[in-house]
């Protein structure tokens, strides 16, 4: 199961290379919900945004990101001053007190690294240049997927976890997964989206949580517990990966709509899974894009052969940061 994947979060890049265009109304209920629901949004996602506005919607994003920005620096202000004082009082409690409470050793051992945490975060949050980690998305994050609507493209932002149409929301919970939808499943757990919504994703690389004795290609040794690592995929030479993915529109009387996507996953290639891996993103061919977007719900068998006519690549991995 892929469960963390450097994108393309820049929705310019899905307009440059297939033509298609955004529905800004969709990032604009996006980046407001963020402010209720603390939607997860990649830095580079919000940062396609910050540059120069020029409709009407792309200067209430702006607005929007400003506004979020300025209430999570002041709560991170707030937590450092707190947890300062913190520590400033535990250290006198220890100074002046043969036998500190416990509170206050606590205190000495827990607010040095909130007040780290609390400057890392505020540090990120003013940095305006990008690093890689800024365009990665885990299980909950939001990106940018392409779609069809009404026979044109259309980029929308979408929630990488696919809570089906229908579905009541406890499926999140009940089903934590659905992040990746298995080529084996397509037809019975995603049969209201296999055949009805694809969308496309781009990826640059993958990450995926191994053991570190199947990465090393040999067994447990005695009393040896198994130790998770996580690996970084990418091709080699490198290329931009197109990801088949299914997504839904999820609305029910009360409570606020979501789009959300799955990556469609399938056996891997000999140098994955020795690496220590059973499973990988499904890539299409560039050349199938249409096809793929634009499926038969009665053909079935035209969408296997695309994943069947999958590109060739070989797959080197390392160990992630």
Request: charged share 30%; net charge neutral; glycine share 4%.
């Amino acid at each position: 199961m892929c469960y963390s994947a450097q994108i393309r979060a820049n929705y310019r890049d899905y307009l440059r290379l297939f033509g298609a265009h955004i529905s800004i109304k969709e990032f604009v209920k996006l980046f407001y919900g963020r402010q209720e629901a603390k939607f997860k949004i990649p830095k580079a996602m919000e940062a396609a945004f910050e540059g120069e506005a020029g409709t009407p919607e792309e200067q209430e994003i702006q607005r929007l990101i400003a506004a979020y920005k300025a209430e999570r620096s002041m709560g991170l202000e707030k937590e450092l001053f707190t947890q300062r004082k913190r520590l400033a009082d535990a250290e006198r409690m220890v100074e002046t007190h043969p036998k500190p409470p416990k509170a206050a050793l606590e205190s000495l051992r827990i607010a040095p690294s909130k007040i780290s945490k609390a400057r890392l975060d505020l540090d990120d949050l003013r940095r305006t240049d990008l690093l890689d980690r800024d365009s990665r998305i885990f299980p909950g994050v939001y990106a940018p997927v392409m779609v069809v609507r009404d026979g044109q493209r259309v980029v929308l932002p979408m929630r990488y976890q696919c809570r089906p149409c229908g579905k009541p929301a406890f499926y999140d919970t009940k089903f934590p997964g659905t992040y990746n939808a298995r080529r084996d499943s397509l037809e019975r757990f995603w049969s209201g989206q296999f055949g009805y919504s694809h969308g496309l994703l781009l990826v640059d690389t993958f990450y995926e949580n191994v053991k570190r004795h199947d990465m090393e290609q040999r067994e447990l040794a005695p009393d040896e517990k198994p130790e998770n690592v996580v690996l970084q995929f990418k091709p080699n030479p490198p290329e931009l990966m197109y990801i088949a993915c299914l997504w839904s529109h999820w609305s029910k009387d009360g409570e606020p709509d979501l789009l959300s996507f799955a990556a469609i996953t399938d056996e891997p290639p000999p140098e994955v899974r020795n690496a220590g891996h059973d499973r990988m993103i499904m890539r299409i061919k560039p050349e199938h894009v249409d096809a793929w977007l634009n499926p038969d719900p009665n053909d079935l068998k035209a969408m296997y052969s695309i994943f069947d006519d999958r590109a060739s690549a070989y797959y080197e991995h390392l160990l992630a940061a």
